[in-house]
Nanobody, 117 residues
Framework: QVQFVESGGGLVQPGGSLKLSCAAS????????MGWYRQVQGSARESVAI???????SYHDSVKGRFTISRDNAKNTVYLQTDSLKPEDTAVYYC???????????WGQGTQVTVSS
């Protein structure tokens, strides 16, 4: 079973950048499409970026041109480079397979991103 540990969040001013990391345990990580999701308290979790096993990517319209997803299968890690951050990007960010739960995966603790002056 694959488990995820997200890190790299923090408090940043508008226009700033953060690089989020998601370390996955389990040997089957590389076969799954992976995604970054975010959730604002009281709202549904939404997908913001996806990367498949061949490195093809797709993004939510709200983050296109500002966020970049990547993966290093040798390190069992998925990254999300977030640039030009806006207050509306404030959320808890999670990673998971796409769709979520493939192979019995569960949600990690997430990492909080707060964009505020």
């Amino acid at each position: 079973q694959v488990q995820f540990v997200e890190s790299g969040g923090g408090l940043v001013q508008p226009g700033g950048s953060l690089k989020l990391s998601c370390a996955a345990s389990g040997s089957s990580f590389s076969i799954y499409p992976m995604g970054w999701y975010r959730q604002v308290q009281g709202s549904a979790r939404e997908s913001v970026a996806i990367i498949d096993g061949k490195g093809r990517t797709s993004y939510h319209d709200s983050v296109k041109g500002r966020f970049t997803i990547s993966r290093d299968n040798a390190k069992n890690t998925v990254y999300l480079q977030t640039d030009s951050l806006k207050p509306e990007d404030t959320a808890v960010y999670y990673c998971n397979t796409v769709p979520a739960g493939l192979g019995g995966t569960s949600w990690g603790q997430g990492t909080q991103v707060t964009v505020s002056s």
